[in-house]
């Protein structure tokens, strides 16, 4: 491993970016701090949102909800797809303000960027497709039919780990299907998220559409917590930790609101005595380290056939070796920082009670560049092998710790898959279709993503994302996942001239 970490003209870049997305920067004074993984160092202060305005934000979007409802839904696809086009053209200053906040390397940054104009292309046509069913009705002269319409408004809660791409999924269908947003992002990357919120605007502006359809709260927990109490919030789309879901799941539900949960994953990849292990080792390191361990999809754990763990352990032992840690602009490196000294505790503490487990450590888990920036935190992705699926294996740390399983008969990969409480990701690398089938099956993961030869990360937006357990159970971005965010209403139409009743009922 060699580390590294660039001379650094961060906090100026930063600026720079915000003022070509559209952010005023005279706005960014405050008693906040926007700080930076990569460095540990401040990049600008800016104001808090106080509860006020998070009601005046809510009260607003309330407001321009009763007319965006009206507008036609293709012409509500015209904003998306303008968002798309200042997305593209601002490519680049969006992914840098990404990268300043998550620490992401530069290709996973403009990658999240890229899923944002992605999924707008989607919406955009989307637009043109709320399809509701007709159904045939068995009384004569009568149709039976199914209409969407617009919710209300969304409110989305979002994580630090994908600034903007996820919060993304949820406002280019929402705006398409007729909703409005408020939005309250992570308060580790507020600048990704005034850069996305100016391009926006921008878009809104630019088709004439009502100005508040889209709103953003810079707010602390309290401020989340009254998006999530107000009736007024239709739907509350929250990424982010399992205890942080059963917080907001109840709260929802006792006002009678619907909720969108994308919520922890503890994500396995199997590997039989079939598979290419080469093609494993790429899928396993990417899915791994992306991101320094810190996805929602990233790879937890590995299940192993006995008959090939100590060849693919010593494979992986050598490629961690040659990972390069540190600046992520610099386009060597293949691992940035974790977001601050909390996940990097957190790793430590996981390693720690691994071992105390029976786990080995056999790679990693060490701080580097520490010296030369004390306020940052980088580290050696780890791997441990495990003698079992103990409780640290079955808790979600978020941070690069890939905990290593054997198992000796097909039907014990699949337990061990499916023995956490989570279930968002998981994978199978295989070359036995029969094992890849079961895999698939009803009887095999339980998750709500299931590849074949792929890792667990590096999912596209054409395809509905979430988890099923403790993960949440809510579905975002592609497939059919547009419905979450309208309601259905059943439409019987009476064109007989008489009024006869279903199941044969009689009645005057």
């Excluded at 540190?326 to 060597?332: F, T, V």
Aim: proline content about 5%; aromatic content about 6%.
């Amino acid at each position: 491993m060699s580390p590294t970490l660039q001379d650094t003209t961060l906090a100026a870049d930063v600026r720079r970016a915000l003022q070509a997305c559209g952010v005023d920067l005279t706005t960014l004074s405050g008693e906040l701090e926007a700080r930076s993984p990569l460095t540990g160092e401040v990049l600008t202060s800016l104001p808090a949102t106080s509860d006020a305005d998070v009601t005046v934000a809510i009260d607003n979007a309330h407001e321009a909800f009763k007319t965006w409802r009206e507008v036609p839904a293709p012409v509500r696809g015209a904003v998306v797809k303008r968002w798309g086009e200042l997305l593209t053209e601002h490519k680049e200053d969006l992914a840098v303000l990404v990268q300043a906040e998550a620490g992401k390397i530069t290709s996973e940054a403009l990658g999240e960027v890229q899923e944002m104009i992605d999924i707008c292309d989607f919406a955009v046509g989307q637009s043109r497709m709320l399809y509701g069913k007709t159904m045939p009705s068995e009384r004569p002269g009568h149709r039976l039919m199914e209409t969407w319409h617009p919710l209300g408004v969304v409110g989305v809660i979002s994580a630090f780990n994908f600034p903007v791409a996820v919060y993304s999924w949820n406002t280019a269908l929402a705006l398409a299907c007729g909703d409005t947003v408020v939005w309250k992002p992570s308060g580790m990357v507020v600048l990704s998220a005034m850069g996305a919120h100016a391009l926006l605007a921008r878009a809104v502006a630019d088709c004439g559409a009502p100005a508040d359809i889209h709103q953003l709260v810079i707010a602390d927990r309290q401020g989340g917590q009254l998006i999530v109490d107000d009736p007024r919030v239709a739907l509350v789309s929250a990424t982010g930790s399992g205890r942080m879901g059963r917080e907001i799941g109840p709260r929802v539900a006792a006002r009678f609101g619907r909720s969108l949960l994308e919520l922890g994953g503890n994500n396995a990849a199997i590997i039989t005595p079939s598979a290419d292990l080469d093609l494993a080792l790429r899928g396993i390191v990417f899915s791994a380290v992306g991101t320094a361990g810190q996805r929602c999809t990233t790879m937890r754990r590995l299940i192993v056939h006995e008959s090939v763990v100590e060849t693919l352990t010593d494979k992986l032992v050598q490629a961690y070796g040659t990972l390069n840690i540190g600046d992520p602009r610099d386009p060597a490196t293949l691992v940035g920082p974790l977001v601050n000294k909390g996940s990097y505790d957190a790793m430590q503490q996981a390693l720690r009670d691994a071992q105390d487990q029976g786990g080995t450590v056999l790679t990693g888990g060490n701080r580097v560049l520490a010296e030369e920036h004390p306020g940052a935190f980088y580290v050696e992705p780890a791997i441990v092998r495990m003698p079992a699926q103990t409780a640290i294996v079955q808790d979600e740390t978020f941070a690069p710790i890939l905990y290593v399983l054997t198992y000796t008969e097909f039907a014990e990969a699949i337990e061990l898959q499916n023995g956490v409480p989570q279930g968002l990701s998981s994978a199978i690398f295989t070359n036995d279709q029969l094992e890849a089938e079961r895999f698939l099956s009803s009887a095999g993961s339980d998750c709500g993503i299931a590849n074949v030869n792929i890792g667990t990360s590096g999912a596209e937006i054409g395809g509905a994302f979430g988890g099923e357990k403790e993960t949440g159970g809510g579905r975002e971005s592609g497939s059919d996942s547009w419905k979450a965010y309208m309601r259905q209403a059943t439409n019987t139409v009476n064109y007989s001239g008489e009024l006869p009743l279903a199941q044969g009922v009689k009645f005057l």
